[in-house]
């Protein structure tokens, strides 16, 4: 006999049908004529309620129907009185596939705090709200391919693992195959990473951008989805040292193309949401943030304010609220400052442009003014910083000027530099933080609990 998914029989319930169910007991009610089993199998939020009639069933088999264990149900679906939910099972026979010790099982109560389930996130899968995150996690991913499918956009592998150290983005984490004591060591007495494993010092990527542009000057226009890793030691709800990043990159595209790109994709993965993922956006607005649902359709509805950093730094210098973080022309700005134009001046999405270029990447593209270069940051209400991105530097001049003024080695970076020698395009991209975005549309507010496994410092576990 199949077996049908909680989901089918919700959806696409035969009612007087024989079905077969497996998955894990939720809770266990009744008396001592009949059981009200909740059986979750994670296809959907909901768990169906098998009722068993304890008569037709031994009660050593019974015992062990407890909270945790995974059963299989074979019974009649039928429409259920209880309030709440439409259909139910009536259970024939009933199988124990895998005991749980009441005892030790350590998901037995409702309301456990997200801190607690860090420590078991190799269980916390089994609670209402993760199982939303992580359907709601998945649902986003498939759209990110949708919609840039759509669109044309070719989907490009970057490399993980690269040699490259220019972006400036973060902090890296070294690969190697040398080990820390007994690494060989050249005439200087510096580890000599001719021996290892590329024959040159390698890290894990911060970003997939400059190989991007590489296939943006082709493709004309590509995307990539893949983990980066930053090794700041940054302990705040916003950042991980792994998190998935999506990177457009499109040749023939100003920095206002660039905007438009990117508030269209936010609200297209918004609203692809509110559409496919109703039932578990209901149960995280009930739960977990009662704002979800009102602010994932005020952001749909407006359109996103446009702003320079200059004007942003005047409207901040103006503000009637301190800072914790000094505000001046030239530094970069905090989240608080971020959220404080975003929750409190102009209560919507932000999108601020031409930031000094002291504060920003080497591959930004200068502006007249000599001071500013074309980059733009997306700030998002409860977020701050959701899409990082720039119009790129396409002249070959300006690039290497910056790059000296920078010392960023050109020698390194030959291969980008190349593309602007022959055949340069104005182009532009921009990141979106995954990991970040899953927070807002979920309304959770610590990024660990959108990740399966957050690595976070002095935090690796599973
Ligand atoms: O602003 P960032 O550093 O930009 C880049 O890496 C560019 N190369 C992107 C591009 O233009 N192609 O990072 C982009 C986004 C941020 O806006 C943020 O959402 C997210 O990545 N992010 C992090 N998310 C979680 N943890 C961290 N440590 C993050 N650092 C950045
Ligand atoms: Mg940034």
Same mark, same amino acid.
């Given at each position: 006999m199949k077996r049908s998914t909680v989901k089918e029989l919700f959806t696409a319930p035969e009612i007087n049908s024989k079905v077969l169910l497996k998955g894990w007991v939720r809770t266990r009610r009744g008396n001592n004529q009949v059981a009200f089993i909740a059986v979750n !199998?994670?296809? /959907? /939020?909901h768990s169906i309620q098998v009722v068993a009639d304890l008569q037709s069933f031994p009660e050593e088999l019974m015992?062990?129907? %407890? %909270?945790?264990s995974s059963i299989s149900v074979i019974g009649k679906l039928v429409e259920s009185m209880g309030k709440g939910q439409s259909v139910e099972i009536q259970a024939s026979e009933i199988e124990i596939l895998g005991d749980s010790d009441p005892e030790v099982y350590p998901l037995q109560k409702k309301g456990h705090s997200f801190e607690f389930l860090r420590d078991i996130a190799h269980l916390r899968f089994r609670t209402n709200t993760f199982g939303a995150v992580f359907r709601i996690r998945h649902a986003l991913a498939f759209a990110v391919h949708q919609y840039y499918n759509d669109k044309g956009f070719f989907y490009l592998h970057t490399p993980i693992i690269t040699a490259s150290d220019a972006e400036g983005a973060g902090a890296m984490f070294r690969v190697t195959t040398l080990e820390p004591d007994g690494a060989p060591k050249n005439e200087d007495g510096e580890v000599d990473y001719t021996q290892d494993f590329f024959g040159r010092p390698t890290n894990l990527t911060v970003s997939g951008q400059l190989e991007g542009e590489l296939g943006a000057l082709a493709l004309s226009s590509i995307y990539t989805f893949g983990p980066t890793f930053r090794a700041e030691n940054s302990n705040t709800p916003r950042h991980v040292a792994e998190f998935w990043m999506i990177e457009p990159e499109m040749a023939f595209y100003d920095i206002n193309d660039n905007m438009d790109l990117a508030e269209d994709f936010l609200k297209y993965l918004i609203r692809y949401t509110l559409e496919h993922c109703q039932d578990d956006l209901e149960f995280l607005n009930k739960?977990? !943030?009662?704002g979800l649902l009102e602010r994932l359709r005020f952001v749909l509805k407006h359109p996103f304010e446009r702003k320079s950093y200059s004007e942003a730094i005047e409207i901040l210098i103006k503000a009637d609220k301190k800072f914790e973080f000094p505000v001046e022309w030239g530094l970069d700005l905090q989240s608080e400052h971020e959220r404080y134009l975003v929750e409190e001046h102009f209560k919507r999405p932000v999108i601020l442009t031409d930031y000094p270029s002291i504060i920003k990447s080497f591959y930004m593209k200068q502006n007249d003014d000599g001071k500013t270069v074309r980059a733009m940051d997306v700030l998002f209400p409860q977020i701050g910083e959701i899409i990082g991105g720039s119009q790129r530097e396409e002249n070959l001049d300006k690039l290497q000027n910056r790059m000296r003024k920078m010392n960023i080695p050109e020698d390194e970076l030959w291969w980008y530099l190349e593309t602007r020698k022959f055949g340069t395009v104005e182009h532009s991209g921009f990141g979106l933080g995954f990991d970040r975005l899953i927070m807002f549309i979920t309304g959770m507010s610590n990024i660990r609990d959108v990740i399966p496994f957050p690595r976070t410092p002095k935090s690796a576990d599973f």
């Open positions: !199998d994670g296809t /959907i /939020i015992k062990r129907v %407890t %909270t945790g739960m977990v !943030d009662k």
